[in-house]
């Protein structure tokens, strides 16, 4: 969920500063996110991925609340004109979202934004950030890039009516505490890594739910949508959780389309593509061994 211009031809602005965010910037911080995420989009003839500036306000002021993300905002001369996020609350370290106010990009901002978070990883020793990126702007996919982050596969992002089916030989329940060790041994052997923060936070609100093969868990989804992610050992475990969603959250959920099978079914079941994301790492990776569908950072 990323929305920057930056170009390297410019040099950055003085009266320039960056720093930690506080509950109070998520007001001026959403609208600017809402903003530079709409104006993009229809600069690419896609719709706004974000419904009004309240949605946004509401995320960030979630963000910047959470004891689990480290958050930043720029200044431009004692005035926000952006803000970023970094998502420590798993092994792996998320980015996002990151905006910057339409009328001052392509003045180094993005790129100050981003030094910040990658230095606070790197501070934290995380083993690597992920990010996804709008597929369609080749700014940020550049900027990102020349950051050190190594493009990974496409993404896209879907949207449509409940499916509604069952799947045979599969069980989809609510996810407890009980669930965790076995949920992460199953994230751990797809991604070679775990995603404990992420998932026990999910359980708690009630968010996420886990899929049983002959009673064993063979995949959980902490949440569908941007916020959530879901892994499984096979697209059997997680069609039976896409199919078992009773609403389908906007603007969808995000499926990798090298998963042909799974993106197919999809299509088949009424779901349509809302428009193109690229995952993009720097650090640990390795390549998924199982199905999944990331969060909008990972």
């Not at 009328?103 to 901002?109: C, L, V």
């Not at 990974?152 to 329940?173: A, D, T």
């Not at 998963?259 to 390795?286: A, H, I, K, S």
């Amino acid at each position: 969920m990323i929305a920057v211009h930056s170009s390297s031809m410019l040099k950055p602005i003085s009266g320039i500063g960056i720093r930690r965010a506080a509950p109070e910037d998520a007001e001026a911080c959403g609208r600017i996110c809402y903003d530079a995420f709409t104006t993009i989009n229809h600069q690419h003839n896609f719709p706004p991925e974000l419904p009004a500036p309240d949605a946004a306000i509401g995320v960030l002021r979630r963000l910047f609340s959470h004891p689990g993300f480290f958050c930043v905002v720029a200044e431009l001369n004692g005035r926000i004109v952006g803000s970023n996020c970094l998502d420590e609350r798993s092994t792996i370290a998320g980015v996002g979202p990151v905006t910057v106010e339409p009328n001052t990009q392509n003045r180094s901002i993005g790129r100050m934004l981003m030094r910040a978070v990658m230095d606070r990883a790197r501070e934290r020793d995380f083993p690597g950030v992920r990010l996804l990126q709008a597929t369609f702007h080749s700014r940020s996919l550049c900027l990102y890039t020349k950051l050190g982050f190594d493009p990974r596969e496409l993404m896209v992002v879907m949207h449509g009516s409940p499916i509604n089916q069952v799947i045979k030989g599969c069980k989809v329940r609510s996810a407890t505490e009980a669930d965790l060790d076995a949920a992460n041994r199953v994230c751990e052997s797809v991604h070679g890594h775990k995603r404990t923060g992420e998932l026990r936070e999910a359980i708690a609100l009630g968010t996420a739910d886990v899929v049983e093969r002959d009673h064993e868990i063979t995949g959980y989804a902490s949440e569908f949508g941007y916020r959530g992610h879901a892994v499984a050992e096979s697209n059997l475990d997680l069609k039976a959780l896409l199919a078992s969603m009773k609403d389908f959250p906007r603007p969808g959920v995000i499926v990798p389309t090298r998963n042909v099978d799974l993106f197919r079914w999809c299509l088949e079941n009424n779901l349509r593509v809302f428009q193109p994301m690229t995952l993009m790492t720097t650090g640990l990776y390795n390549e998924p061994r199982g199905a999944y569908l990331p969060s909008v950072m990972y």
